[in-house]
């Protein structure tokens, strides 16, 4: 079986009892060094994943010695937005060989820090997905409330600038939830085009 296992925000406080026990009994476990790092596990069971991702993981979930073993695959906020559910689905891998275990979304911890009913907003997700510009773009032009998660914060503001988007506007910007140096800042979208950013930021307009 492979399970997905959705592993929160970060702080290892955020992750559920369910995705420690699902990980703790599997035969490998597969992840980045910094999601691994969140679990006491024994070196022979973890699989490090580095940047050629989708690569790695073809090549593990194919490998005829890993066929019956229990695989976790971690993955951080929750598996089914903007994490690796979508990834495994892509790869060919059936929904039958998959158990997937929520996790903690950054979204939620955003809303949270913010005290915002998060059923109010818009979610987007700009990882990897440049064609929601233009739908940021529009929510932003109608003062819709909105919740995203930027590829590059600096470049898709300037993207909203140069379409016409006033610089005054403020968003939220929230970067590296529940980890020691977490930053919450409300800021113009000309003082985010002039800065650096974590790439794990949430950013929401209150619209």
């Not at 593990?60 to 690796?84: E, Q, R, V």
Request: with cysteine.
């Amino acid at each position: 079986m492979i399970y997905i296992v959705g592993i929160g925000p970060g702080d290892k406080d955020y992750l559920t009892l369910k995705a420690v026990n699902i990980v703790e009994n599997a035969d490998l476990v597969v992840g980045s060094k910094r999601a691994l790092g969140l679990f006491n596990l024994d070196e022979d069971k973890k699989i490090i994943l580095t940047k050629n991702l989708v690569e790695e993981l073809k090549n593990i979930l194919n490998d005829k010695d890993t066929k019956n073993k229990n695989i976790a695959i971690l993955s951080t906020g929750d598996p089914c937005f903007s994490g690796l559910l979508k990834t495994l689905l892509k790869i060919g891998i059936k929904k039958e060989d998959i158990e997937v275990i929520s996790g903690i979304s950054s979204i939620q911890i955003a809303a949270s820090k913010l005290k915002i009913s998060w059923e109010d907003y818009n979610i987007i997700t700009l990882h990897g997905k440049e064609e929601n510009r233009e739908k940021l773009l529009n929510l932003i032009k109608n003062h819709e409330k909105v919740i995203f998660l930027p590829n590059n914060l600096r470049d898709d503001v300037k993207f909203l600038i140069s379409n016409g988007i006033n610089p005054e506007t403020k968003i939220w910007v929230l970067e590296n939830l529940t980890y020691p140096n977490e930053k919450i800042s409300l800021k113009s979208l000309k003082e985010i085009s002039e800065g650096e950013f974590s790439y794990l930021t949430v950013c929401v307009y209150e619209g």
